[in-house]
Every structure is written in C-alpha cells, then in structure tokens.
C-alpha cells in the first residue's frame, strides 16, 4: 500500500469514522457547525502543513540545537519562525477553543488526529504552540474573563505563546516541595522569586510574548500541595489594551541540552532576580489564577488532555519511525529466503525475511494500538464535555481518568520500543543520522520522563485511579470491554477467540487488583505498580485491537488485511506477556520493598 | 557500598577468583608465568589508565565529532593520541599474543576483564585497539610467519592498527553478495578493486599505519560465501624491513555519522579509486591470507572472541550506567514514601522508593548477568586453547559456538535496557547531555546492529548451533546447567527453589527445541528464532545467577548480599518473561510467515 511518509491518514480516516464514529459529533449543540468535510478540511489541512513546512526542518533544527546569543536571546534557526507563521496563519492554533474566543470548536479527538501530522513531522517545533494551547486552556477554564481576554486570546490567536511552569531543580515527580515564593502586593499582584527547571519554550523570540503559568507558594501556605497556588507571570508585562509592555523579571538562566527534542528550548528560569524591577517593587509580576491553595487542582484539572496528548506524541513518532522503516524494507534487498539454497539467485527485499515481518508486525501493532488508545481517550475527552446525558458525560471523565496513566505511558513505551525496531530494520543506516530513525529515538525517550514518569502514572493509576469510588473506573473499563468480546464472540471465528483470551486476562486483573488491595497497604499494594501499569496497557490496548477487529468486520483489502494480521500478532505475542506480570503482582512479591539499597 | 564510577573492581574479582577459579589456569603451561599478582596487576593498571585518560574524554570526544580536514586527513581530538599512547605505552595492546610475538600471554578472561574498564570509560575511544587486536589475531591464527611479522606484530607493539573490511553498501548480513574484486598478478600479489562500507576504525591518523583485512572475490570464483577469499590491504605499503612506504590505493570517501560511539570513524572505503598506482597498476595492493575461497571460514574462525567482545562493550556500556545510576539515586531526593502523610518531613532518597529500587535491581541483575555470561564465555576460549585434555577443550569450544550468540545479543538488548533505566532513574536530568547516562544510552544501540544483528545471531542459534552434532551442543550446556541445579538442590533454602523453577524451564528448553526441528522445516523452525534466542539467554543468563549464587554461598556481607538480592529478582521478574515466549515457539506460530507484506 502507500503509505504517507509521516502519518497514515488512511488509518486516521478509519479509526475516527469506521470506529469512533466522529461525525455524530457533529449533531451536538458544540460542534453544529462542522461537518465531516470541516473535519477532513482540518485533516487535509494539517497533513499538507506538516509536510511542507514541518517535516524539511526536522533533521536541521535538531543538528542546529537552539543557543543563547550574545545579546543573551535565543537563537532559533530561522524555518522555526516561518513553520509556526504557517500554522498560525492556518488557524489551527484556535481549533478547540470557543467561537467567542475567536477559536474553531472542533472536537478534541479531530484536533488531536490533525495535530499528529505535526509531531509526527518535528515534534520539537510543534512543541511551541502545543504548549500555548494547554497554557490557554488551562487559562479559559480557570481565569477571570479579564485575564482570558488579556492572556489567552493572544495565545489562541497564536501571537503569544505560554509554558507551564511547575517544575524546580529539587522538585520534579515531587510538586509538594516547590519553593518559589508570591508575595500579595497592595494592588493585588503577586511579586515572585525562585527558579523554575525543565521548563519548555521558557525563552525564545518567536512570539510577542509568553505566557508562563508558574506555581508558587504564598507566605504561611499550607505545607505540601495544599499550599500551592498557580500564577500568570508574563515575559513582559501587558497594558490594560492588551499591548506587550516592559520586561518582567524573568530571567533565562540556561538551555538545558537534550538528547532530542532538540528544537524545543528548555531553559532554568529565575523568577525575581533582578533583571528588572518592575514598578520599583523586587520580584516578577504575577496574577493569581483563581483561589490561593488551589494551583494543583487547576493543574490537575488539565492534565488528562495534556497527559493524553503526551501520549499522542509518542504515538506520533512510533508511527512515522514505523512508516519509514516499512518503506526502507521494501526497497532494500538483503540474503535470501531460509529455503533457497542458490547463491547465484538475486537478493530478496527486507520484507521477504520473517524476522524483519515480525518488527514490521511488532511496530504497526504498538503504533496503530496507540493512536486507538489516543483517539480513544480523546473522544472521551468529547464526551465528557458533549454528552447529551451528564450521566454519560460523568462516565466518560472517569473513565478517562482511570486511561490516561496508560494513555500517556503506554505509548511512550511501546511507540519508543517501535522507534527501537525501525532502527533495526534498517540496520546500520538506522544508526546513522543520514536517516531519521533514530532522532524519532532520541525525540521519544523523552516521553516516558515528562508529564509524570512512568513511576508516577503507575502510582497514579493502582493508587488512585483503580481504588477511587470502590472501583467504579475499573467497573466501567470492565463494561465496555465485556461488551466488546460479547459482541466478538457473537462475530465468531478469530474474533471469538481474542475475545476469549481476553476475558480470561480481564479475569486475572480483577482477580489481581482485588489481592493487590486485599490488606489495605499501600506499601505493599503498590510495591510493583509499574508492573500493574504495564500489564493493563497491554490489556487495554488488546480490547482496542478487537475494537477495531470489530470495525473491520468483513471487509476485504489490503488494509483491513493488515489490520488482521495486527492483531492476529497483538494476540499472540503480545497480550501473553502479561502472564508472568499478573502472577508475580498476585504473589505480593516484596523484593523491592525488602531490598537493604545499601547493598546495591 | 563505595563504588568505582567505571566498573565494579569487586564484582571482576569475585567473577574471577571466587567464580571462575581464574588463578587456576596459571598452572597451565601458556599462562605459567602468571600469578594472581599479575592478574591484579592488569586489572589494576586498566582501572587507572582508564580512569585517567580514557573516561576523561568520553563527553568531550562525544561531543567532537571527527571530521575529514582539508587535506584529506581524519581529524579526532588530540587527547585520543594521548589515551591510546597511554594504552600503547602500557603494553596492553599485547595482552593476549604469543611471547614470541613480543605478547603477554595473558588468559583471555583476565584480558577481558581488564578492557571492561576501557570499555566503560570510552568505548569509542577504545574501539581502536580492540579492533586492531582482532585483526592481529585473525593474522596470527591464518597468515604465513612473513605475514605475522610485517603485518601484526607492529600492531601487536600498539604501533599501527587495524581493521575489518567485510560489508559493502549492499552487502551487510549477507556477505556472500560482496563484489569487491581482487585479481592476482604475477608477483603473487593481489590488486582489488571495490567499495566498503561501515568499517570501523577504516581512516585515521593515531599510528603509523592501518591494516585493513579485506573480503573480496576472485575471478570466476564460485558464487556465495564459497568464492570470498580474505586479504590483507595495507593503508601505506610496508617494505620487506617493515618500515612503512608510499600510500596504497585505499581511499576514504566519508565517514558516517552516527548516533553515538562518535569517537570511532565509521567510514565508507575505495579501493582502486585512482587515489594511487603503486607500481603502475591500477588497484589497491593486498596479499592472501591462506587459500582462494576460504575467507569466511578464517573470518568465522574469529568470530567467537569478536563477538563475545562486543556483548562485553555492551556490559561495559551497561555496567557504567548503572554505577552512575546508583550514586545519583543514593544522594538526589524527591518525594516520600508512600506511608508517610507529613508534607513537612524532608524528603527522602530515591532509594527509598520501591520503583527506583526496582529500575536499580533490574540493572543490576543485567549487567551483573552480563558480565558473568561475558567472563564464562571468555574462560571457555582459555579453555579451548589450553585445557589439558583435549576432549575438554572441544567440549569448551562446542559450548562456547552455542553461547557466542547469545553473549553478543543478551547484553546487547538488556545492558541496553540497563542504560534506558539509568535514565529513567536521573529523570529530566537523565535526558540530558550534563549527564554521562543518555551517551551510554546512544552509544550501546550500535551493539545490537553490528557483528551480526539479533536477527542473524538467532539464526545462527538455532539454525546452526543448536542442531549441528544432532543437538550435542544444548546436550553440554544443559549438563552444566543440571550440575548447577543439583548442586543449588544439595544447598537447599532459597537455591533449591530457584533451582526447581531453572530445571522445569530446562525441560520446556528442550521439548520446544524439539517442536520446532520435528519437521525438518527450516522456514518453519526459524520463523520466530528471535524469541527462542532471546528465551534462551534468559535461561543462560539465570543459569549463570545460580553460578553466582553458589559462589556467594554462606558469605555475610554487603556485597554477597547485593548478589542475593539480584538473583532474588531475576528469578522472580526476569526468567519467568520466558514463559509466553516459549509457549509462542512450542505453537509453531506462522503469524510472520503467513503475513503478506503488501497489507502493512
């Protein structure tokens, strides 16, 4: 088949209307003005951007990593400025926001499907209006409509850009023990002082301003997360018009220098250290959003959709490594077949070899698996905003709750895992940078470290998700998934069969949580919760596969063929792996927790 | 535990002395001149050499790529000259060869051993004397006294070095399509004429002279891996005194540029461009080695040591990262632990948490693992050389045929994985280049790709290895392995169950092993050969756990105590991985064969 060198719009084109069924949005009240062909616009639209102004700089701006010049602004190459004038100009950076914002209203789960054609092209220049549009929208739920006119509607309108600002050099995984301090002014501004780590597109010249959304704490706050409020610190102040004024006291200390994700500034910010002195008063200047004590909450209350889109990121690099290495195999010639004894015989294709077939098969399994899971999870996101019944609506946000621990590190694990194995297909030339491969590599393994590590999303998931509500999220995951292998039985043959497997394994993770639980320890409970994090992925995405089985049915083709043959290989080489990791969090098994780490 | 930031002194001499019995081949005539003291002495001087030139230079050399100047010439930063002046001035590049040769005669395993330091240190650094010493052994084992003398004993003095000139652009797992020519005039020498790709160490400036050991074809010679013949092609020409003369007609065309293991030039080689005409004939000159058409078979002759070595750089790479891992983890705080509600507590180590004490475990138990698989398979080449009876150094080298494959992949897949959790435990700062982990990282993904990918390596297994003598090689291993088992059953407690979970994945070994050959089909059997080679260094690798365990014995103290730690977690999180694997194999699954490629 053809194949798109950067994502494969035919398998969008399945997942959002031959499954997810994305164009019954369209008849709710939100999204009445669209129609399938406003979604395939938006579709068309994006993959035609990425691949003319996305993909040609992925390779340079990696090579030419972002540095500070001499007059201590950073330096970005030049197509970086030009790439995002094309999306902005698009108006792509308004997809999701409210027509009175000026913004699209389009469905999250379409915005999401466009958005993977620019991460799958340079995931390090998308990154910049990715960020504006969490830091928007974190602003147009929680702000004032004063700060969402004055901060957020320039940011839609994709001449601003934002960051979120939580992290510290000595708090990362562990937001409770931030530092930053905000002082309340007589006007009711904030003045800040401290330094903020990892913090992405923290400085950079391709904006008018930028928006940081940094948390802080207030003099006498609560310790831990409880004394934590969140604050809108502009780069340069803006005027009661919304014009930029003079430079607030955010200073760029340093770029921290990645091993990918190159294009994407990440910067050492001090907040307050003189730089200027805006007013007179020491400090930067902020505004707090919302009520003191309750930054981690508005935090928290986005972090599904940025947690989701992570995830979709992953999944975008795994797809495009995935794409390549399918088009590389099937050009490249290499030994013959294990059958064929004359040496004289020409040289087969790489796809002839059943070993490249099974990194070929490993990769469309964990990449198409993992755009499912994404999309998915982003319809959720609809639906919890859109569903006619607020009962459906409820079920849809906590059912996304309980997924997006597994949405955001599922494929950041298995999408690296298939940028792993598109190097191997291509063998010596995957290792070289002549080739993409292997900075799709290098760009993923960032995705299991930021927005929560894989430690924090299993805690997450096996701490508070499974265990909120007795167990109401995992109920509902067991519903639809129950629904699906009865539906897959009544379709018989393969189908039948995954869905048997399937409740079987279903079986073993009731089984397995309700032992994990039994003693109410969370020490012991959660002794292995990357373990439990991992073998629910892999479940999950199995019941998605048959998901999409199901979507196929009957139809004949190359591309429901492939679908077949993926989840012919998801069933049988994949889902078994939870075996072994079911029994050993079933034993209780404390090696972790009885390790003296002095013996290391 | 106080650490070696490189490698483990302690876990080298515990492998050697208190496993391997290493002193114990100092009673053999070849190693008779050697001690335990001069043992020591190797390891000793390696740890320092290595501590204070080669990892000096590891980021820096990273960082600088080497280039092709003006004048042709490779350039690479001058404290590489200075580290391998360092190596040449200690007489290490003599290690392992004949006195009479001006060598050490050292066991290999001490050898081994003592070039993990300069492996861990900097392994791009170190590429060139590790490749220039297999290319003298590959001399000393086929070329004629003439040959040795001009062609390897200057390499042996650490003067010259050397390479491997085996794949072409088209031609990299499968040699027998190779078409350099080489056509013999009337002199007895040979002129060649071709294009080779991806040769290590194939142009640089750090000594008087490069020895290229090139595949080429004759003419008329039979087709495959039949007709390759194996010729010497010196960079400058060496007169019949051994000095060295004009240039030779091998031209270097570009270096590629690679992910990582950026201090080693990784070039694409002319030769009979035209660069020159020695002696008026177009062609660059070489010499055979041995007879027409027998190349392969000397190249394969070396291929045992070649490869256990690169599985020791990947347990280098592995090792270091883990050391670098534990020291962060045992000073960077983040968080609490779960039982502890107070926000104001401070916070703890990373070893406090049971994740990171996991992703420690883990790494441990590979690159310790490794290393052992390392050093058992370096033993059993001292073992085919010098064991007193025969029978035993055939059984030693049969042994070591089957274990070659899995000691080049295992540790290339999982010390791999030990350096993906090296990042994982550093976090953010794991991600960048302030921090050795990601180089580890980006350097050992070569390990898997070359000297035979995982692919070819598992054809090798189980296609060669694993059946040739009707099977007599699994036959010995799995007598070793049942003599361990019996005596871990004779030792009883944690051992004995160990060894019951050992003895019933055994059986499983061989009644899959059994499955896949009962029809005779190679296509078949070999479908899924990269699971059965991964499944069975798994079992080799927790085979060599209970080794270590029995060692450790009764033994009180840290160290001992780290050891039992490992093994506890492998046999509960590692081995039972085994299980779905060698279930898929005992099915005779045909996912990949039935695929066609065409639906992907």
């Given at each position: 088949m053809a194949?798109?060198?950067?994502?494969?719009?035919?398998?969008?084109?399945?997942?959002?209307?031959?499954?997810?069924?994305?164009?019954?949005?369209?008849?709710?009240?939100?999204?009445?003005?669209?129609?399938?062909?406003?979604?395939?616009?938006?579709?068309?639209?994006?993959?035609?951007?990425?691949?003319?102004?996305?993909?040609?700089?992925?390779?340079?701006?990696?090579?030419?990593?972002?540095?500070?010049?001499?007059?201590?602004?950073?330096?970005?190459?030049?197509?970086?400025?030009?790439?995002?004038?094309?999306?902005?100009?698009?108006?792509?950076?308004?997809?999701?926001?409210?027509?009175?914002?000026?913004?699209?209203?389009?469905?999250?789960?379409?915005?999401q499907a466009g958005s993977a054609f620019f991460q799958a092209a340079a995931i390090g220049v998308f990154a910049y209006p990715f960020l504006a549009e969490g830091n928007a929208n974190l602003l147009v739920a929680h702000g004032t409509p004063d700060q969402v006119r004055r901060y957020a509607a320039p940011v839609v309108e994709g001449r601003w850009y934002g960051t979120m600002a939580l992290s510290e050099p000595q708090a990362g995984s562990s937001l409770g023990d931030i530092t930053t301090r905000a002082v309340r002014q007589d006007d009711g501004s904030y003045r800040l002082t401290g330094?903020?780590?990892?913090?992405?597109?923290?400085?950079?010249?391709?904006?008018?301003?930028?928006?940081?959304?940094?948390?802080?704490?207030?003099?006498?706050?609560?310790?831990?997360?409880?004394?934590?409020?969140?604050?809108?610190?502009?780069k340069h102040l803006v005027h009661d018009d919304g014009s930029v004024g003079e430079r607030n006291d955010v200073a760029l200390v340093g770029l921290n220098h990645k091993m990918g994700y190159r294009a994407t500034t990440n910067t050492l910010l001090n907040l307050g250290e003189g730089l200027t002195t805006p007013g007179g008063t020491p400090g930067a200047v902020g505004h707090l959003v919302g009520e003191e004590g309750r930054g981690l909450t508005y935090m928290f209350h986005m972090m599904n959709e940025a947690r989701v889109s992570v995830g979709a990121g992953a999944v975008a690099l795994g797809y495009t490594g995935y794409l390549h290495a399918l088009d590389y195999a099937r050009v490249r010639t290499q030994g013959r077949a294990l059958q064929d004894k004359d040496p004289a015989a020409p040289p087969v294709v790489l796809t002839a070899h059943p070993d490249v077939r099974r990194m070929l098969l490993a990769q469309k399994s964990y990449v198409e698996?993992?755009?499912?899971?994404?999309?998915?999870?982003?319809?959720?996101?609809?639906?919890?905003?859109?569903?006619?019944?607020?009962?459906?609506?409820?079920?849809?946000?906590?059912?996304?709750?309980?997924?997006?621990?597994?949405?955001?590190?599922?494929?950041?694990?298995?999408?690296?895992?298939?940028n792993d194995l598109a190097i191997q297909v291509h063998g010596g030339y995957g290792y070289t940078r002549d080739y993409p491969v292997e900075q799709f590599y290098r760009d993923n393994r960032l995705n299991p470290i930021h927005e929560g590590t894989h430690g924090i999303q299993a805690l997450d998931l096996l701490g508070r998700k499974v265990v909120?509500?007795?167990?109401?999220?995992?109920?509902?995951?067991?519903?639809?998934?129950?629904?699906?292998?009865?539906?897959?039985?009544?379709?018989?043959?393969?189908?039948?069969?995954?869905?048997a497997q399937l409740d079987r394994t279903w079986d073993d993770v009731l089984r397995v949580t309700g032992v994990l639980w039994a003693k109410g320890d969370p020490a012991l409970a959660l002794a292995n919760a990357s373990l439990y994090l991992e073998a629910l992925g892999h479940v999950v995405v199995a019941w998605l596969w048959l998901e999409q089985l199901l979507a196929v049915g009957g139809r004949s083709g190359g591309f429901y063929d492939g679908k077949r043959a993926?989840?012919?290989?998801?069933?049988?080489?994949?889902?078994?792996?939870?075996?072994?990791?079911?029994?050993?969090?079933?034993?209780?098994?404390?090696?972790?927790?009885?390790?003296?780490?002095?013996?290391l």
């Open positions: 194949t798109s060198r950067i994502m494969s719009r035919r398998d969008l084109d399945f997942l959002l209307y031959e499954w997810l069924d994305a164009e019954a949005l369209t008849r709710r009240p939100r999204y009445a003005e669209h129609d399938r062909g406003t979604f395939d616009a938006v579709l068309d639209l994006s993959e035609q951007l990425a691949t003319d102004f996305f993909a040609p700089l992925n390779q340079s701006t990696d090579a030419a990593e972002p540095y500070v010049g001499d007059d201590g602004r950073v330096v970005l190459p030049p197509e970086v400025a030009r790439a995002l004038a094309a999306y902005t100009g698009s108006g792509l950076p308004a997809s999701v926001f409210d027509h009175e914002l000026g913004g699209l209203q389009l469905p999250f789960v379409v915005h330094t903020k780590m990892w913090i992405s597109g923290g400085d950079h010249e391709l904006g008018e301003n930028i928006v940081h959304l940094v948390l802080a704490r207030t003099p006498g706050a609560a310790p831990g997360v409880k004394g934590i409020s969140l604050f809108i610190v502009p698996g993992g755009l499912a899971l994404i999309l998915f999870c982003a319809h959720l996101v609809d639906e919890s905003r859109t569903a006619p019944d607020p009962d459906d609506a409820r079920r849809a946000e906590r059912l996304l709750g309980l997924l997006t621990p597994i949405a955001k590190s599922w494929p950041s694990q298995w999408c690296l895992a298939a909120e509500g007795d167990g109401a999220a995992l109920r509902l995951l067991g519903d639809r998934l129950r629904a699906t292998t009865r539906a897959a039985t009544g379709a018989g043959g393969d189908a039948a069969s995954y869905a993926a989840v012919r290989y998801f069933y049988a080489f994949e889902l078994p792996r939870t075996g072994p990791q079911l029994a050993l969090l079933e034993s209780l098994d404390t090696t972790t927790l009885d390790l003296d780490p002095d013996v």
